[in-house]
C-alpha cells in the first residue's frame, strides 16, 4: 500500500492520452451497437407502464399509515423502508424502455430530494397523475404542446396560490409539528430536531449518526460547516448517502491551488504513516495531483478527500484562518515562505469527524485550542463593531456564527441495524423537511394545500381547449396526494376529496392516523411550502417531456451464445443453444469507470517502467564514481611513468623534450571529463533518448573513453595550456562546492547522532565522538606548532596555526550559543578536525627547501599523501551525489526544490557531469599543484606555494561557510521583526 502511493501517480499527459482512446473506443460501440426505436403511442404506453409501477411501489409509503416496503439487498439482510426516494432508486426493469420511464420518475424524485429534501413521495405521486392523464389526451388526439402549456400555465398559477397562504414559523412547537409529520408522525422525532434547532440556530449544522443506545439522543459539540463538497464523487465512503466521512482526519489547508504530485504523494505518505484519513482544503486540486488522490483512494484504499476552499479572495483566506484556528492546523501560504515540500505532521488539524456532501462539509470536534478559538472569535466581533460596509459584516457575522455556533449532532439509536437504518432515514427526510419550512413557511399537510388550490383552476382562462385540457390534468393531479393518504389508511379516498372540496374552510383536511376532519394548522398536520412546491414544479416538468415524446431509442441487449451440450449417444440430438441477456449500458459514469480503469493500468506500466529507470540512473552513478577513481589513478601514472613505458612509441620521440609535451604537468591536463556533461546537459524526461545514453551502453562508452583520451595525446601543447589555465577556475568552482557539501554532510551527521532532547546528549554517541574530534584537533594543533613553528622564524606558519587556533574557539562558541538552530558540539568539532586538517595539508605543501617544514615530500608515498587523495575523491563523490534524490541532508541551501513529474530524471545529469568535470580540473591541478610550469617529483602531490595558499584560503573559506551557517538565521531574523507587522484585522481583510 505504502509503494502504491508513489506508483500511481499521474500525469496529465497520460489522462488526456487515455480519455481519448478509451472515450473513442467506447463510442464505436455505441455507434454500432443495434438500436430498438418505438414511436408514438406504443412509446409512450411503454413508457407510462414503468412510471406506474415504479409509482405504485412508493406511493405505499405515503401517509401517517404508510405501508412498509421490503428491499432484497446484493449483500447483508433486506432493508425495509418506508422512504420513498429509496424505494426508488431500489427499482430497475428488465425492459429497457420502461427502464426509461422509471429513470425519469426516480429523476424528478432526486431532484426533489436535492432542493427540498423531502417529499419525494409526493413528486413521484403527482409524476404519474400528470402523465398518465396526458398520455390519454395525447391519445384522444389533443396537440401535446398545447396540453404542456396548459400545464404550465396551471401550475405557475398553483404556485402563487400556495405562496398566498404559506405562515413561516418561529417557534419550537411548529418546527417540533413540521418534523413529526414529516417523520411519519413519530414525535419523538419531530421534538428532537426542534430541540436541535433550538440550540444551535436555525442556521445551524444539525448531522445525525448511528447511537449506540436504544435511545435516540441529541450531542452538541464544536464544529463548522463549509459551503463546499467533495472535488470528485470518487471521494464517497458511503454510496447510501453519497457522502465521504473520515474518523479522526488529518485536515491539511493550503491557501493556493494544488498542482505538484510529488508534494502530493509526501502528503499521502504522512497520511499512511499514521494510518488516518486525510482532508485536503485548498483553493483547488488540479487534475494531476487530484488523479493521485483518487487513483490512491481506489487502489489503495485510502480514505481520502478534497474540498475547495469557501469564499473568494480575502474572505477564502479568513475562512481557511476560522479552519485552522477550529481544527489546530496551520494555513500553508507562499506569502510565509511555506510549501507542501517540508511540510510535516505538525502542520495538520484533527478533529473527530468530518462529513463531506456533494455540496457542503461539516467539520466536528476540532483539535484547536480553545482559548484560541475564543480570541478568533473576540476578534471577528471586534471588526464587525468596526466595519462599515454592511456586506461586510455579514459576511463577518456568518464566519462568526459558524466558528461559535457549534453543530448539533443526532444520534439515532434502536435495537438493531435494520430499525437504526429505517429510523434514521425518516430522520433524514424529517430534519430536511423541517429546515425547509423555516426557510419559506409551511402550508396545512395532509395534501389538502395541493387539493384546496385546485378550486384557485376553476376560472383560470386559456387560449384554447388543447390548454384548458392541460389545466385540467393539473387539476386533477392535485387531488392524488390526498387520495393516495386516505386509500393507504383504508379508507375510499374519492368520498374523502368529494367531501374536503365541499368546505370553505381552507384549513380542514382528513387526519388520516386518527381517521378523522380536523383543522390542519391547529393538530400540527402541515407541510414545507418548499416540499410541495418543489415536488409539484418538478412533476410537472418531466410529465410535460414525457408527454411531448413520439420516438423512444434504446439499445437491443447483447446475447451472448454458450456452446450447448449434446446428449450422450442421442447422435444428432444437441440441446439448443442457450443464450444470456445482458444489457450494455454505457453512459457517462461507465465512461468515467472504463476511462479510469485503463488509465490506472497505463498508470502502473508507466510507473514501473519509471521505477526501473530511476533505479539504473541511480545505480549508474556508482559506475561514474568508479570510472573517475580509475580515470585519475590513469593520470596520477602518465604523469610519473607513462614517458618510460610508452618510450618505444614513434610518436612518444616527438611529443617534445624527453615526452614533456605529451607526459608530466600537460600529461594530466590531457585527461579531462567533459563529454559526458555535453552529451546529458539538456536531459529532462526518462524517456528520452539521453536518458539511456547515461544509464546505459557502458561497453561503447569504454571504448569511447579510451579512444577520447588517446585522441587527447594528438591535440597540440597551446590548447592544452589554455585547457589548463581554465581548470584553474574550475578547480576552484569545485572547492566551494566541496565545501558545501563537507559542511551539509556534517549537519546532517550532527542531527542524526545528537538527540533533540538536551537531557539526553549528556549520555549520546554523539557526545562522546564530539570529544574524540576534539582532542583530534587539539593533539593537530599541538603536533604542528611543535613540528613547523618550532622557532620564531617560522612566522608564516605560526600565523597559519594560530588562526586556526582562533577559528576553532570562535567555531565552538557560536556552536554553543542557544540562538543557533543547528547547534551542537558533534558537528563543531567535526569541522574543526576538517580545517586542521587543511591547515595540516596546506603547511606540508611547501616546498622542500622551507627550513620550516619538518617532513617534506621528498618522492616517496606516505600516509599524508594517500589520505589526501582519498579525501579528495571523497569530496568528489559527495558533490557529485548531491546532485541527486538519495537523502536531503545533501540538498544545498542554494537549489531551489521544484515541483517534479513522475518522469522527470531523479537529478541533473548535466549538473552531474558538471560536478565530475570540474572534479578533474581539481585533480589535475593537485598533480601539477596548480603551476602550468611545475615539475612534480613522483608520488607527490599538491606541493608548492600556490598549493599552500589555496589550502590556506580554503581552510578560512570553510570556516567562514560554517560560521554563516550557524549565525546566517540570527542575523536574518531582525529584518523580519523590522518590517511592520498587520493587524488582526488586516490579516483577514
Not at 564530539?770 to 622557532?791: D, K, L, N, P, R
Amino acid at each position: 500500500m505504502y509503494r502504491l502511493v508513489t506508483n500511481v501517480a499521474s500525469k496529465a499527459r497520460i489522462a488526456r492520452n487515455c480519455t481519448s482512446q478509451i472515450g473513442s473506443r467506447l463510442n464505436s460501440t455505441r455507434n454500432y451497437a443495434a438500436k430498438d426505436i418505438r414511436f408514438g403511442v406504443e412509446a409512450r404506453a411503454l413508457i407510462l407502464k414503468g412510471v406506474e409501477d415504479l409509482a405504485d411501489a412508493v406511493k405505499v409509503t405515503m401517509g401517517p399509515k404508510g405501508r412498509n416496503v421490503i428491499i432484497e439487498q446484493s449483500w447483508g439482510a433486506p432493508k425495509v423502508t418506508k422512504d420513498g426516494v429509496t424505494v426508488a432508486k431500489s427499482i430497475e426493469f428488465k425492459d429497457r424502455i420502461k427502464n426509461v420511464g422509471a429513470s425519469l420518475v426516480k429523476q424528478v424524485a432526486n431532484a426533489t430530494n436535492d432542493v427540498a429534501g423531502d417529499g419525494t413521495t409526493c413528486a413521484t405521486v403527482l409524476t404519474r397523475a400528470i402523465f398518465t392523464e396526458g398520455c390519454k389526451s395525447v391519445a384522444a388526439g389533443m396537440n401535446a404542446m398545447d396540453l404542456r402549456r396548459g400545464i404550465k400555465l396551471a401550475v405557475d398559477t398553483v404556485v402563487t396560490n400556495l405562496q398566498s397562504r404559506a405562515r413561516m414559523i418561529s417557534t419550537s412547537e411548529e418546527i417540533a409539528q413540521v418534523g413529526t409529520i414529516s417523520a411519519n408522525g413519530d414525535r419523538e422525532i419531530g421534538e428532537l430536531i426542534a430541540k436541535a434547532m433550538e440550540t444551535v440556530g436555525k442556521e445551524g449544522v444539525i448531522t445525525i449518526q448511528d447511537g449506540k443506545t436504544l435511545f435516540n439522543e441529541l450531542e452538541v459539540v464544536e464544529g463548522m460547516k463549509i459551503d463546499r463538497g467533495y472535488i470528485s464523487p470518487y471521494f464517497i465512503t458511503n454510496p447510501k448517502t453519497q457522502k465521504c466521512e473520515l474518523e479522526d482526519p488529518l485536515i491539511l489547508i493550503h491557501e493556493k491551488k494544488i498542482s505538484n504530485i510529488n508534494a502530493m504523494v509526501k502528503v499521502l505518505e504522512l497520511a499512511l504513516k499514521k494510518q488516518r484519513p486525510l482532508l485536503i482544503v485548498a483553493e483547488d486540486v488540479e487534475s494531476d495531483a487530484l488523479a493521485t488522490l483518487i487513483l490512491n483512494k481506489l487502489r489503495a484504499g485510502i480514505k481520502v478527500c478534497a474540498v475547495k476552499a469557501p469564499g473568494f479572495g480575502e474572505n477564502r483566506k479568513a475562512n481557511l484562518h476560522d479552519l485552522a484556528a477550529l481544527t489546530g492546523a496551520q494555513v500553508i501560504t507562499e506569502e510565509l515562505g511555506m510549501n507542501l515540500d517540508n511540510i510535516d505532521l505538525s502542520m495538520f488539524g484533527n478533529c473527530k469527524k468530518i462529513t463531506v456532501s456533494k455540496d457542503d462539509t461539516v467539520v466536528l470536534d476540532g483539535a484547536g485550542d480553545k482559548q484560541a478559538i475564543g480570541e478568533r472569535c473576540e476578534q471577528i466581533r471586534s471588526m464587525v463593531e468596526a466595519s462599515t460596509s454592511d456586506y461586510d459584516k455579514e459576511k463577518l457575522q456568518e464566519r462568526l456564527a459558524k466558528l461559535s455556533g457549534g453543530v448539533a449532532v443526532l444520534k439515532i439509536g434502536g435495537a438493531s441495524e435494520t430499525e437504526v437504518s429505517e429510523k434514521k432515514d425518516r430522520v433524514t427526510d424529517a430534519l430536511n423537511a423541517t429546515k425547509a419550512a423555516v426557510e419559506e413557511g409551511i402550508v396545512p399537510g395532509g395534501g389538502v394545500a395541493l387539493l384546496y388550490a385546485s378550486k384557485e383552476l376553476d376560472k383560470l382562462s386559456t387560449a384554447n381547449f388543447d390548454q384548458k385540457i392541460g389545466v385540467q390534468i393539473i387539476q386533477n393531479a392535485l387531488k392524488t396526494p390526498v387520495y393516495t393518504i386516505a386509500s393507504n389508511a383504508g379508507v375510499e379516498g374519492a368520498v374523502i376529496v368529494g367531501k374536503l372540496l365541499e368546505q370553505d374552510n381552507p384549513d380542514l383536511g382528513y387526519d388520516a392516523a386518527k381517521g378523522e376532519y380536523v383543522d390542519m394548522v391547529k393538530a400540527g398536520i402541515i407541510d414545507p411550502l418548499k416540499v410541495i412546491r418543489t415536488a409539484l414544479v418538478d412533476a410537472a416538468s418531466v410529465s410535460s417531456l414525457l408527454t411531448t415524446t413520439e420516438a423512444v431509442v434504446t439499445e437491443i441487449p447483447t446475447k451472448e451464445v454458450v456452446s450447448p451440450g449434446m446428449g450422450g449417444g442421442m447422435g444428432g440430438m444437441g440441446v439448443e443453444a442457450a443464450t444470456r441477456t445482458r444489457p450494455l449500458q454505457i453512459n457517462p459514469g461507465d465512461l468515467e469507470a472504463a476511462h479510469l480503469d485503463e488509465l490506472i493500468r497505463e498508470i502502473e506500466q508507466r510507473s514501473l517502467f519509471y521505477y526501473q529507470e530511476k533505479n539504473k540512473s541511480l545505480r549508474a552513478r556508482y559506475v561514474y564514481g568508479t570510472i573517475f577513481l580509475i580515470i585519475n589513478l590513469c593520470a596520477w601514472f602518465i604523469r610519473d611513468y607513462a614517458q618510460k613505458a610508452l618510450a618505444l612509441l614513434p610518436y612518444v620521440s616527438s611529443c617534445g623534450p624527453e615526452g614533456s609535451h605529451c607526459f608530466h604537468t600537460l600529461g594530466v591536463l590531457r585527461i579531462f571529463y567533459f563529454i559526458m556533461f555535453l552529451s546529458t546537459w539538456n536531459t529532462m524526461k526518462l524517456h528520452e533518448a539521453q536518458n539511456s545514453w547515461h544509464s546505459d551502453n557502458w561497453i561503447f562508452k569504454f571504448f569511447l573513453l579510451v579512444l577520447v583520451t588517446v585522441a587527447s595525446f594528438f591535440i597540440p601543447q597551446l590548447y592544452i595550456q589554455i585547457y589548463g589555465e581554465i581548470a584553474r577556475v574550475g578547480a576552484g568552482i569545485f572547492l566551494g562546492l566541496q565545501l558545501v557539501s563537507v559542511i551539509e554532510f556534517i549537519t546532517w551527521w550532527n542531527n542524526y547522532w545528537m538527540p533533540h532532547d538536551q537531557s539526553k546528549q549528556s549520555c549520546s554517541f554523539g557526545l562522546v565522538m564530539s570529544i574524540v574530534f576534539y582532542i583530534g584537533s587539539v593533539c593537530g594543533i599541538a603536533v604542528m606548532y611543535y613540528f613547523y613553528a618550532a622557532s620564531t622564524a617560522c612566522g608564516l606558519n605560526m600565523f597559519f596555526i594560530s588562526w586556526t587556533v582562533v577559528l576553532l574557539i570562535v567555531m565552538m562558541v557560536m556552536s554553543l550559543h542557544s540562538k543557533v538552530k543547528n547547534r551542537g558540539l558533534l558537528s563543531s568539532g567535526i569541522m574543526a578536525s576538517y580545517i586542521v586538517f587543511l591547515c595540516w595539508s596546506a603547511i606540508r605543501s611547501e616546498p622542500s627547501h622551507t627550513k620550516c617544514n619538518a617532513h617534506t615530500q621528498n618522492g616517496h608515498t606516505d600516509w599524508t599523501t594517500v589520505l589526501s587523495f582519498l579525501i579528495a575523491i571523497v569530496a568528489i563523490v559527495m558533490a557529485t551525489f548531491s546532485t541527486g534524490i538519495d537523502s536531503e541532508s545533501f540538498r544545498f541551501e542554494f537549489r531551489k526544490d521544484e515541483a517534479k513529474e513522475e518522469d522527470d530524471i531523479p537529478y541533473s545529469y548535466g549538473f552531474f557531469h558538471l560536478v565530475f568535470s570540474l572534479g578533474a580540473m581539481y585533480f589535475a591541478m593537485l598533480f601539477i599543484s596548480w603551476n602550468l610550469s611545475h615539475s612534480p617529483q613522483k608520488w607527490s602531490i599538491d606541493v608548492g606555494w600556490t598549493s599552500t595558499w589555496v589550502k590556506i584560503v580554503n581552510e578560512w573559506f570553510a570556516a567562514a561557510i560554517y560560521l554563516w551557517k550557524l549565525i546566517g538565521p540570527i542575523v536574518r531574523q531582525p529584518r523580519v521583526h523590522e518590517q511592520p507587522q498587520p493587524t488582526a484585522a488586516e490579516v483577514d481583510r
